[in-house]
């Protein structure tokens, strides 16, 4: 089975983009962050054709979770227990779903992006990321893959220059110590041991052609259970994706395994 994650930015913007990959890949299950829309105003006829099942949930232009499924799609649950919200007055965003597919629990996660130090929303993510956690921990039997856009540089090579990103979010210490709960607690990070080496980037920012300087961050990832780990046979980042006219500003990540 194939299982891929990518923050597309705009599923309606970019459903071309997006029905492509999956027939280029022969992806199984797709998990999609930054859909921003309602399901409703997703556009579907073409997955649907396909013989892809979605599960969705939004609000409007922003956040906005998917999950696409050919292997059925069971068990769907938005959100995870006790996810905190955010707002006035507080109120879970659309950053989680979880559904069964092929027998694989699979998470599709848009960590917040923390904005800066000392921030509320800094605070608010160091918060979702304990309350997932605190749920994950229950999953672990099971092969379960928490997939999606954690907006965290767990190592000093998954940014392009460690000494610019000083103070800034995303490789804090207390973000990456955040990442690395989840290995503690069994989890592991699937897709790096088939993509060694530094440079090896997910995100490129729009901003001054990041992607055509290779300027990138490595901020996307797929952790399994142990039981899921033990099936992956291979992983790949599709970095061309990120290249073109109207392209995401993150590339695609994506996991085989073995039956």
């Not at 006035?88 to 996660?109: D, F, K, N, T, Y």
């Not at 304990?130 to 090579?157: H, K, S």
Request: proline share 6%; glycine share 10%; hydrophobic share 40%.
């Amino acid at each position: 089975m194939r299982i891929a994650t990518w923050n597309v930015n705009s599923l309606r913007k970019r459903i071309d983009r997006v029905e492509a990959f999956l027939d280029r890949h022969d992806v199984d299950v797709l998990a999609v962050q930054e859909t921003k829309a309602r399901e409703e105003q997703l556009p579907l006829m073409g997955l649907t054709s396909r013989g892809y099942e979605v599960a969705a949930a939004g609000t409007n232009q922003w956040n906005g979770v998917a999950i696409i499924s050919r292997v059925g799609l069971e068990q769907v649950q938005v959100g995870f227990p006790d996810q905190p919200g955010w707002g006035e007055p507080a109120a879970a965003e659309s950053r989680a779903i979880g559904a069964v597919c092929g027998g694989v629990r699979v998470w599709s996660l848009y960590v917040p992006n923390g904005r800066a130090v000392g921030d509320p929303h800094y605070a608010y993510k160091l918060d979702w990321l304990a309350r997932l956690r605190e749920a994950a921990q229950a999953w672990t039997d099971g092969p379960t893959a928490l997939v999606g856009d954690f907006n965290i540089a767990p190592q000093d090579d998954d940014v392009f220059d460690i000494d610019a990103f000083a103070g800034s979010t995303h490789v804090t210490a207390p973000e990456r110590a955040a990442f690395e709960a989840f290995l503690a607690d069994g989890y592991a990070d699937v897709v790096r041991p088939h993509t060694p080496g530094p440079e090896v980037y997910t995100y490129w920012d729009y901003y001054r052609q990041r992607f055509e300087r290779n300027r990138g961050m490595r901020i996307d990832f797929v952790l399994g259970s142990p039981p899921l780990a033990a099936r992956v046979g291979g992983a790949f980042v599709d970095r061309e994706e990120r290249a073109g006219t109207g392209a995401s500003d993150h590339a695609p990540v994506v996991v085989d395994l073995d039956d």
